[in-house]
């Protein structure tokens, strides 16, 4: 490892405990140039005031995000490693309509309606491979790229004019691997909606980015509180007690970029200013034994050489075994880069972990028409090295509603972290619907993005 440098972490007081700023005294002292991004985003002005509670409940308030939000947004379908051979597709099902999403022959991904033309009946039921395009009942076929094949009993037909008998198609887009569909073929490009995020991901190398995992899971909620379970770290303290020892969950950055993009920065390999009396060595062990996303499950086998804290240890570890797997110099990497919990979301419900490998994947898609369900993802990305084949993606691991995330064996340490935040869950669709206010109250700074999710979310729904 690198010789230590020595950092030095700043701390608040008791009566005044929480300090954004702190992140940003931690970049003032890293010992290799400091991205620019990571600093602070202008005050987002987005008020004080409190939700209504049945956003998260009502059929009706569902119905109208069906009918004025979902058609109308770029929504994140998978990775193109999931699919990498002509004849691979996925179906991606939200609300009553369904896309099937396909690498045609060419090579382009093309998304096309999963609907026969003939009777409606679905084309496919799930994602795999096939040859061509099939409808199961009455055999009418299309190429990869959509063309009508064959038309059963064409003398019957003979009404409809050949041309206009291809698979209707959505918008396809990309980004550094990730699949992006949209129904409305007006809307800006996926670039322009993903705002800076392009730009703040472009030296993390996710063009050589390859699925790690990838573990499925209906959750009893609607979307919404699946989202916002991770858009804070506020709620550690009470939820995530055992990461206490290396998150400080208090002194957490927001940023709010556009009514799209925001972010939370939550600086990891310190322990939170709730506790007292923790040392760097338990810092260390730790972060590498809990936290679900270091490099090395075995924290014991680690030992702390004297001067050198916690975090700077961490980020070395993971600045040597990053290079190692990607085959890429990271000495220019900040050590907040290599370790800290820097996660952004793109609305509506697409959230990946910035860096420069581990990034977590974070997705959650109502259930059909059920307000109060919803279908969650999580996936890790890690690297392959310039020039070799990327390696096929995972299957889907699907659980079952009785197994929770730590039953994922490929999920480590991150499954029992998931299932804390999932058991809330439940039981806040039921204190919502008990609430004698009807409202929901947020704090001001540590949940700016929620906020912001909901202001943008009001704008589709006025429209």
């Known amino acids: ?3 230590p440098c020595a950092i030095q972490h700043p701390r608040v007081s ?19 140039p400091v991205p620019a991004f990571l600093k602070p985003a202008p005050a987002a002005g987005l008020g004080d005031a409190d939700l209504a509670v049945d956003r998260y409940f009502s059929a009706d308030f569902h119905r109208r995000e069906m009918a004025g939000m979902w058609p109308r947004v770029w929504q994140f379908v998978g990775r193109d490693e999931a699919i990498p051979n002509p004849g691979d597709h996925l179906v991606y099902d939200i609300g009553d309509r369904s896309v099937i999403v396909m690498r045609g022959e060419d090579g382009v991904v093309r998304g096309f309606g999963n609907s026969c033309l003939h009777r409606g009946i679905a084309l496919r039921p799930e994602g795999g491979h096939v040859e061509q395009l099939r409808c199961p009942f009455h055999g009418f076929t299309w190429d990869l790229a959509g063309a009508m094949k064959s038309l059963p009993c064409s003398w019957d037909f003979k009404h409809l004019e050949p041309a206009r008998q291809d698979l209707p198609q959505v918008r396809v887009e990309t980004w550094a691997g990730f699949i992006f569909i949209n129904f409305d073929k007006d809307a800006e490009p996926l670039q322009s909606w993903l705002g800076v995020m392009p730009a703040h991901f472009a030296d993390y190398g996710l063009d050589r980015a390859t699925t790690l995992l990838h573990v499925r899971k209906r959750i009893p909620c609607n979307w919404k509180l699946a989202q916002e379970a991770f858009f804070e770290s506020f709620h550690v303290r009470a ?10 969950d208090v002194d957490s950055q927001y ?7 925001a972010r939370c920065i939550t600086p990891m390999s310190i322990a939170s200013p709730n506790l007292s009396g923790v040392t760097e060595a338990e810092v260390m062990r730790d972060c590498i034994a809990a936290s679900g996303r270091m490099s090395d499950a075995n924290g014991a086998a680690h ?40 996660l952004y979301s793109a609305f ?4 990946i972990w910035a860096g420069y490998c581990g990034n977590i994947v974070y997705r959650a898609i109502p259930d059909g028409q059920n307000p109060e369900s919803c279908i969650y993802d999580v996936m890790v990305l890690g690297r392959h090295k310039a020039g070799e084949a990327r390696p096929a993606a995972p299957a889907v691991h699907w659980l079952s509603d009785d197994e929770p995330f730590s039953s994922a064996p490929e999920l480590g ?13 439940p039981h806040m669709t039921r204190g919502l619907k008990a609430s004698l206010t009807g ?11 929620i906020r912001a999710h909901h202001h943008t979310l009001d704008k589709y729904l006025a429209d």
Do not use: C, W
């Open 303 to 342: 030992q702390l050489p004297a001067g050198m804290t916690a975090r700077e240890y961490i980020g070395e570890m993971n600045r040597e075994a990053y290079a190692a797997a990607s085959g890429v110099d990271l000495s220019q990497a900040t050590l907040a880069e290599l370790q800290d919990a820097i």
């Open 439 to 449: 409202v929901v109250t947020l704090a001001s700074y540590q949940e700016l993005r």
């Open 255 to 261: 940023d709010v970029f556009s009514d799209n993009v």
């Open 14 to 32: 008791p009566e005044n405990l929480g300090d954004p700023a702190t992140f940003q005294r931690l970049l003032a002292q890293e010992k290799v």
């Open 239 to 248: 939820t995530h007690p055992h990461i206490m020892t290396f998150t400080d």
């Open 348 to 351: 509506p419900n697409f959230q």
């Open 1 to 3: 490892m690198n010789a």
């Open 413 to 425: 340490a991150l499954g029992p972290v998931l299932d804390q935040d999932m058991r809330n869950l």
